[in-house]
């Protein structure tokens, strides 16, 4: 599937030859039988030739803006000249030598397969070009559900939540193959995922359906298994968030969350997962910028505490993999020291690679100062180099570090995939109410069908409107189907000609988004509700919708609102194949919660 290939802009490649003398005769000693093993006095060798500037770049990976390494469309390069202080992906390698580089959609990174992939070839190009020059990390964030950066044709699956909701470890490995052999085919080769966080509490603004549920061994067995199928497709996986996200009420990007656990809580609930991940042979770990008191009472978030990251996850877990900062232009971990102090006391906490800073130059500045002034030695720094270098070795960077165009079109979206994602979120969709035996819905009795609700942005770019594919799939399902989005606070003059249209169809299909009990969308449901016709709500984020909305006859979880888990609904809507989810987290009462509406577990069927 990787093979050496024509970068963008029709450049030209290095040799494998080039590409050997580059990296110093490294790659002979790390191909063996096709797999790469790394050596690490040949590493070692290697870094003992790099400068300190070099080294220090290892170090960081950063965001650029464009769809190519060396012509960006104008607009990304007033950006890149506004936030780094370069034009291009390969000026930012060439200035600060950086070792990795993180995808994004609104960086407009991510507008096709074919183009992804030029510009990983680009990126590699620009690094291996150079004197010394290395492969470079290519990242991003393919958690898929709500949070997904490559968007269709490629294939998009559940997200954790729901695939915590199907309990199939068979599942879980396959999304982690197939993923990872789709972003490998476009020249990505680490991503931030799965989600290690066990999802507790229902108001976690930041985790909630990124996570796989509340059950900590439960979710231990699923990161597992999403581990070993990413990896098995060379694609580095990372366990976040250490220590454990899963039991706040703050959001880090604009909050300092303070995670109360004690310590026994923590080794029972939080430490599980990522212990788990560990014996998988998981390849990096990303920190959380929270504090956790029974773990490190300094006041620091876990991302530059010392005690957290070499005490326990070094020490006590036993892993000398990869450990990675979240992003570092979060404010969870900014609250407490300047953009200049952060980065080099993440190093001395035992953190190997630092993610995208507000400021690449004041942050790359600071680490190579803290090592001039004495505060960092470079032997500290090797120490995470030969890390980050054994990463790349064994996913066979040093060996060929290209996407070609043909494994592009091999892989990327093909119909087996599609199918094998449709058929996993067949078996996640969960039925939480079906009064009367509402469900599945007849064509006979209930043949026209008004969809309403709301319609949030689609997390890739390349998907919904969610009213639209719930309507286009229950029409293709023999249904006459009419969407109309009212979004996540309908006014009242929507919420009354929603409520009119409801009153000339036979059934309404509501997708909920995080209903509150003063929100309008409450109101909505509960006006259709009155009408007197049959309502079906679908749940397409937090399942925890459903104790807000007592009075609906049927209730859908489908934990996202992307394509695949939507067809997946309206399929069970209409009975062409039989819901099987159960909770992966309890839904407690809306007016006591202390009392359990519906525990984990809880999932009818037809």
């Not at 200035?95 to 990795?100: A, E, N, T």
């Not at 703050?250 to 809580?265: K, T």
């Not at 942050?363 to 120490?383: F, H, I, P, S, Y």
Request: charged fraction near 20%; include cysteine.
């Amino acid at each position: 599937m990787i093979r050496s290939g024509t970068p963008p802009e029709g450049a030209h490649v290095p040799s494998r030859r080039t590409v050997l003398a580059a990296t110093m005769g490294v790659t002979a000693s790390l191909a063996v039988g096709g797999t790469a093993h790394a050596d690490d006095k040949r590493l070692r060798s290697l870094i003992s030739r790099m400068t300190l500037p070099e080294k220090v770049g290892q170090l960081f990976v950063m965001r650029v803006y464009g769809h190519s390494a060396t012509a960006p469309d104008q607009a990304d390069i007033d950006a890149n000249l506004s936030e780094i202080g370069v034009r291009t992906a390969a000026e930012m390698i060439a200035k600060y030598h950086v070792g990795g580089i993180i995808y994004f959609a609104w960086a407009h990174n991510t507008r096709d397969p074919h183009q992804i992939a030029d510009l990983s070839n680009g990126i590699q190009k620009a690094s291996l070009s150079r004197p010394r020059g290395l492969p470079v990390l290519v990242a991003t964030d393919q958690e898929h559900g709500i949070v997904c950066r490559i968007g269709a044709p490629a294939t998009l699956f559940p997200g954790a939540m729901a695939i915590g909701a199907g309990g199939s470890l068979g599942d879980a490995r396959t999304l982690g193959r197939i993923s990872g052999a789709e972003l490998r085919a476009m020249g990505v080769n680490q991503d931030y995922s799965p989600d290690a966080d066990v999802n507790v509490n229902p108001a976690n603004p930041v985790i909630g359906v990124r996570s796989f549920g509340a059950d900590p061994d439960a979710v231990a067995g699923l990161v597992a298994a999403e581990v070993k199928g990413y990896q098995s497709s060379h694609v580095a996986a990372t366990a976040k968030h250490f220590p454990g996200h899963g039991d706040t009420a703050v959001d880090s990007h604009f909050g300092f969350p303070v995670i109360m656990h004690s310590r026994e809580v923590w080794e029972a609930l939080d430490a599980v997962p990522f212990r788990a991940a560990v014996k998988a042979g998981i390849d990096s770990i990303m920190t959380a910028h929270i504090m956790v008191p029974a773990l490190d009472d300094s006041g620091d978030p876990a991302t530059l505490s010392h005690p957290i990251l070499t005490g326990i996850l070094r020490g006590e877990l036993g892993y000398d993999g990869v450990v990675i900062t979240d992003s570092l232009q979060m404010e969870g971990v900014r609250q407490k020291y300047g953009d200049d102090r952060v980065p080099v006391l993440a190093l001395k906490a035992g953190v190997d690679q630092l993610l995208n800073p507000p400021s690449l130059d004041v942050a790359w500045n600071a680490v190579l100062k803290a090592v001039q002034g004495g505060e960092l030695t470079e032997a500290r720094l090797d120490e995470s180099i030969l890390r980050v270098l054994r990463l790349k070795a064994r996913l066979g960077l040093f060996e060929d570090a290209y996407a070609d165009r043909a494994g592009v079109d091999r892989t990327v979206g093909t119909g087996a995939h599609l199918a094998a994602a449709a058929r996993i979120a067949e078996r996640t969709t969960t039925l939480l109410v079906n009064s009367a035996g509402l469900l599945p819905l007849s064509r006979r009795t209930h043949g026209k069908v008004l969809v309403v609700g709301a319609d949030p942005a689609s997390p890739s770019g390349t998907t919904g409107p969610p009213t639209g594919v719930l309507a286009a799939a229950l029409g293709e399902l023999g249904f006459t189907a009419t969407a109309r989005s009212t979004g996540t606070e309908p006014s009242a003059s929507v919420v009354s000609a929603a409520v009119a249209a409801a009153r000339e169809a036979d059934a309404v299909v509501v997708a909920t988004y995080n209903v509150t009990a003063s929100g309008s969308q409450k109101t909505l449901v509960q006006q259709l509700v009155a009408t007197g016709k049959p309502v079906v709500a679908v749940a397409v984020r937090n399942p925890y919708d459903v104790a807000q909305l007592p009075s609906v006859s049927a209730y859908l979880a489908s934990y996202s609102w992307t394509d695949v888990e939507l067809r997946a609904a309206a399929r069970v809507i209409a009975g062409r194949v039989r819901p099987r989810g159960k909770l992966p987290v309890a839904v407690r009462r809306a007016d006591d919660p202390t009392q359990v509406l519906y525990p984990v577990g809880h999932g009818l069927s037809y």
